[in-house]
């Protein structure tokens, strides 16, 4: 009798031809409605399952873990995984997976792109133009800060931080300015034309911040009132990375003051929740955390997350672990 094909619960839904691939190797209980599952749902679901392919939808902690203890392999189709309690998975010896780098690009343009939004005040004008408000061509009409050879500033140098620096000092002139847990490399720095300031040099002298650091508790509401009131009242602040690193009710407060001048969020602490302070300030462009979602790199992040899952289960490497040690320690 062929022994039983292990069980994979797919949290979300992915393209159909990725999952074909999963289905080849596993039984595949998916989420077909593509609702966040309710914890409830998600923990009896995952009973008896060997892995789960997930997204930052869906939380693993260790609570989650000891209820669901025949669960080996965590592959989240995210970069960011602070959703997912690694160290608590690591102690269990859960394998987790990631999917860094498919997304870089594609992320870097995005976040660029926003930055340009708030910059030149995008999408206050289509607000404008869409509610019948636009009477009159006039010289200083919704008049932004330029972003050609402005100073780039970029919290958080990681491989996004460096596509977002290479477009900006590449593409635009813009001297780069950066701060990060640690230096890069002489060699890395003159590549994306960028250099290395304290996080105050950084609020203070970026004329647009962008930020895409990862999250973790040591980074909760780094933003805050404090860092916010360095900034030119001519600045704009982009975050792509995570809601939590910005105190949103500092943000708002300080952009009713006018320092910054303009924000431009894809995240938000509460999401899918905004703070609707946020929603009723002109001087915010706000977009459904989006900035990898293009067909491609989704399709890539997907594929990702079946290749590590079915390496997993055939004894391979997985691509992209979290904590590799958890193999090394079973091999
Ligand atoms: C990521 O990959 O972490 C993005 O934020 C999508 O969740």
């Known amino acids: 009798m062929a022994s039983p094909r292990p069980a994979v619960l797919v949290a979300r839904q992915a393209p159909a031809a990725v999952l074909a691939r999963l289905h080849a190797e596993f039984d595949v209980d998916l989420n077909e409605p593509d609702v966040v599952l309710p914890r409830p749902e998600l923990l009896q679901r995952l009973q008896g399952k060997l892995a789960c392919m997930i997204t930052g939808s869906e939380r693993i902690d260790a609570e989650l873990l000891d209820a669901c203890p025949e669960l080996r392999f965590v592959s989240t189709v995210s970069v960011g995984f602070n959703h997912i309690d690694v160290p608590a998975c690591t102690a269990r010896g859960v394998v987790v997976t990631n999917t860094p780098d498919v997304l870089t690009e ?30 009159r061509w006039s010289w200083d009409l919704l008049a932004g800060a330029d972003v050609h ?25 813009m001297p780069v300015i950066y701060h990060n847990r640690s230096r890069l490399d002489a060699a890395t720095e003159a590549a994306v034309g960028a250099r290395y300031v304290s996080q105050d040099e950084l609020f203070a002298e970026a004329d647009h911040l962008i930020l895409v650091l990862p999250y973790s508790p040591a980074v909760h509401h780094l933003v805050g009132a404090q860092q916010l009131a360095l900034m030119k009242p001519t600045a704009t602040l ?6 939590g690193i910005v105190d949103e009710n500092a943000l708002v407060a300080a952009l009713r003051a006018g320092r910054p001048g303009a924000a431009a969020l894809d995240v938000f602490e509460g999401e899918p929740q905004v703070n609707p302070a946020l929603l009723t300030l002109p001087n915010t462009v706000l977009t459904p955390h989006i900035a990898s979602a293009t067909i491609k790199t989704r399709t890539a992040m997907a594929a990702l997350a079946v290749d590590n899952l079915l390496a997993l289960v055939s004894g391979r490497p997985p691509l992209t672990a979290l904590n590799p040690e958890v193999i090394e320690r079973q091999t």
């Open 106 to 135: 594609s992320t870097a343009d995005f976040g660029f792109a926003l930055m340009m939004a708030a910059a030149r005040r995008m999408s206050e004008g289509e607000r404008m133009l869409r509610d019948g408000r636009w009477q």
């Open 149 to 173: 050879g402005a100073t780039l500033g970029i919290l958080g140098m990681g491989r996004i931080g460096q596509a977002i620096a290479r477009r900006g000092h590449h593409g635009f002139g």
């Open 238 to 243: 982009t975050n792509v990375a995570r809601g």
